[in-house]
Nanobody, 127 residues
Framework: QVQLVESGGGLVQAGGSLRLSCVVS????????MGWFRQAPGHLRDFVAA????????SDSDSVKGRCTVSRDNAKNTVYLQMNSLKPGDTAVYYC????????????????????WGRGTQVTASA
C-alpha cells in the first residue's frame, strides 16, 4: 500500500520560509503526478502547487504566485514545496497528494484527480 508522509511544517514568522517534504513509499514514485493542497480552519481545501511525473510544475497564481516552488527527487521518492515570504494567510494544514500513472497537466489542480493523500503537516505563519 502506498503511503504519503509529509514533514517540514512548523511555526514561522511572517516573511520566513519553509520547505515541506512528502515521501512516497513504493517503487513507482517516478510515475506519480504529485500535488500540494492546503486547508485553513473554516475553509475548503485549496490547490497550492503540483508537478507532473515528467517534472512540469505549476502553482496557484492567486495565492502563492512567485512565493513557492514545487520540485521532486525521484531517487528519494520525495516531492518538495518551498515556500518563501510566508504570510499569516498561508497558515493551514498542507497535504500532499499523488496519482500513480500521472495526470494530464490540465487536471493537476483538481483534488478529485488524486487517489493517494498524506495526513498533512501544519504550517503557521505568525504576524
Amino acid at each position: 500500500q502506498v503511503q504519503l508522509v509529509e514533514s517540514g511544517g512548523g511555526l514561522v514568522q511572517a516573511g520566513g520560509s519553509l520547505r515541506l517534504s512528502c515521501v512516497v513509499s513504493g517503487r513507482t514514485f517516478s510515475t506519480y503526478a504529485m500535488g500540494w493542497f492546503r486547508q485553513a480552519p473554516g475553509h475548503l481545501r485549496d490547490f497550492v502547487a503540483a508537478i507532473t511525473r515528467s517534472g512540469t510544475s505549476t502553482s496557484d497564481s492567486d495565492s502563492v504566485k512567485g512565493r513557492c516552488t514545487v520540485s521532486r527527487d525521484n531517487a528519494k521518492n520525495t516531492v518538495y514545496l518551498q515556500m518563501n515570504s510566508l504570510k499569516p494567510g498561508d497558515t493551514a494544514v498542507y497535504y500532499c497528494a499523488g496519482r500513480g500513472g500521472g495526470l494530464p497537466y490540465s487536471n493537476v489542480n483538481r483534488q478529485s484527480a488524486y487517489d493517494q493523500w498524506g495526513r498533512g503537516t501544519q504550517v503557521t505563519a505568525s504576524a
